[in-house]
């Protein structure tokens, strides 16, 4: 089989657990109870044993009916002997649901791994997830990194298209959600997923096959340029300016991190430093602040000098 090729969910989890898992280690599978996450956890069941399974549900609490699809969830996990948790969410965000929710989710997930020692936290994100997330990245602008956006360690469907999912499910009759919401074109993912992606598939069908490659290139191309990116916040001003470009910016973003500078805030600072500036100078950058002092430049998050101001 190629490796960009995508395969049937069985194997794609199969995939995963001989590359990640000991074999003692607990799982957290998050299950919403839509297609894409009962078919995961129903392939861990056949492949993992269920003493090592836990189910966690995230409760937006942002629709009518959100408590009962918890219990749904609940009701599923009991019935194939997994124990469950749930988690609902106390507040509703009033901009950027989306992204707001997803910290949340992946905040509360983290947590309860920790208390139920899991070792993994698993989604249900596959191949249509992928095309779709690397298109809605390019209209928005995005760097290499953005054209790999998965984290494929917590992945098991990582090779698997939406559509063989469902066929999966069809297969072996398993019940699911749907959540009206995926349905909404007010939500610009959805947008994309349902007028954008079918036109694009009308030039090229195979897109999830694409965008594994497309994602693979690029994380094995990050990969490589984070080995040759100088580590620490302290760099002299000549090995700087004797960076490739596309390093220096690597090198001003990992200082920065996790705060994210724009493209031309970098490339301002770029020219900053390479224009031969004299002297002591500072700027500022990605929420933080550059120094130049004696031919080195350092990075001093603004948190860490109110820090050292307020122990002086």
Not at 12 to 21: E, F, G, L, Q, T
Not at 138 to 152: A, D, E, I, V
Request: aromatic share 6%; proline share 8%.
């Amino acid at each position: 089989m190629k490796p960009h090729h995508p395969v049937p969910p069985p194997e794609s989890v199969r995939r995963w657990v001989k590359r990640y898992p000991q074999p003692t280690d607990r799982l957290l599978v998050c299950v919403s109870g839509g297609a894409d996450s009962v078919c995961l956890l129903h392939c861990l069941v056949q492949c993992w044993p269920t003493t090592q399974l836990r189910v966690f549900h995230f409760d937006h609490a942002s629709r009518p009916h959100s408590a009962t699809d918890a219990q749904w969830v609940r009701d599923l996990a009991a019935e194939w002997g997994l124990p469950s948790v749930t988690h609902r969410a106390t507040t509703s965000p009033t901009r950027n649901r989306e992204a707001s929710w997803r910290t949340a989710r992946h905040a509360a997930a983290q947590a309860t791994a920790q208390a139920h020692d899991c070792q993994h936290v698993l989604t249900a994100h596959h191949a249509t997830d992928l095309v779709e997330t690397v298109y809605f990245r390019l209209t928005k602008g995005t760097g290499l990194s953005g054209l790999s956006p998965f984290h494929r360690p917590s992945k098991p469907l990582y090779h698997t298209t939406r559509a063989q999912i469902e066929s999966h499910c069809h297969t072996h009759q398993l019940p699911f959600l749907h959540d009206p919401s995926n349905d909404s074109l007010q939500f610009q993912r959805n947008l994309l997923r349902h007028q954008v992606i079918p036109h694009l598939r009308t030039i090229t069908p195979n897109l999830e096959t694409i965008a594994l490659r497309l994602a693979d290139h690029s994380h094995n191309v990050c990969d490589f340029l984070a080995q040759h990116t100088p580590t620490g916040l302290t760099l002299p001003l000549t090995d700087f300016q004797a960076l490739h470009p596309i390093i220096q910016t690597r090198w001003l973003r990992q200082c920065a991190a996790p705060n994210t500078p724009s493209q031309s805030e970098s490339a301002d600072t770029i020219r900053w430093l390479t224009d031969q500036p004299q002297g002591n100078s500072h700027k500022p950058f990605g929420g933080g602040q550059l120094q130049l002092s004696r031919g080195l430049i350092h990075y001093q998050d603004i948190g860490d000098k109110a820090n050292k101001s307020t122990n002086i």
